[in-house]
């Protein structure tokens, strides 16, 4: 049996718990702090149906490539935080570790995001344009290529499109990522309930 999901509620440790600590105050893990897989599968749920609120919600329709880029980018770092949260033992808001977006896929890659060999390297190239888009005025309309290439289905017909078409191609491409990403931490979670012994 496994124990890699094995989850409680808990805090890292304050100053004032180490000061409670010394002064007696007992401290640990109690059988209420642990969440239970029945919490965990309903939390599965609930990240299914706020991915698609927030998908429908911060999208773009037109073709603002910049506008577009960084509503991309906050989706995908939605989805890094909550495959951080649902991986980690202890379960409490990832937010206030202020990890940045190449932080978060290290963490994700440690705690065993799949090897994809196109999904961290093209999170990357998402990170440089959301760079530019947010710290410049130009963006590099070659490195949305490049992006859209890792997933088109003809390589060759990336080169020639219009802002327009790159817009739709990367509004489809986030969606493509996004759900992938929901469909590893579905797989992995439900791998983990199966071999502790719960059956489907």
Same mark, same amino acid.
């Given at each position: ?87 980690? !033992? ?60 890792? !997933? ?49």
């Amino acid at each position: 049996m496994t124990r890699r999901f094995v989850r409680v509620r808990r805090g890292r440790p304050t100053l004032a718990d180490a000061e409670a600590f010394l002064l007696g105050r007992p401290h640990g893990v109690w059988k209420s702090d642990y969440v239970s897989p029945k919490e965990r599968l309903l939390r599965l749920a609930e990240l299914r149906s706020q991915l698609k609120r927030l998908l429908r919600a911060n999208l773009p329709s037109g073709p603002r490539l910049d506008l577009l880029i960084l509503k991309a980018h906050l989706l995908v770092e939605f989805m890094l935080t909550q495959y951080i949260a649902l991986r980690s !033992y202890y379960e409490y808001d990832v937010s206030v570790e202020r990890l940045t977006f190449p932080q978060k896929m290290a963490v994700a890659h440690i705690l065993g995001y799949p090897l994809d060999p196109v999904l961290m390297p093209s999170l990357e190239l998402l990170n440089r344009l959301r760079n530019q888009v947010a710290h410049g005025f130009e963006l590099d309309r070659a490195v949305i290529d490049r992006f859209l290439r890792l !997933y088109a289905e003809d390589p060759e017909a990336v080169a020639d499109h219009t802002d327009r078409r790159r817009a739709g191609d990367l509004r489809s491409t986030l969606r493509t990522i996004v759900w992938g990403m929901l469909g590893v931490i579905e797989a992995q979670h439900v791998e983990a309930y199966e071999e502790r012994g719960h059956g489907a």
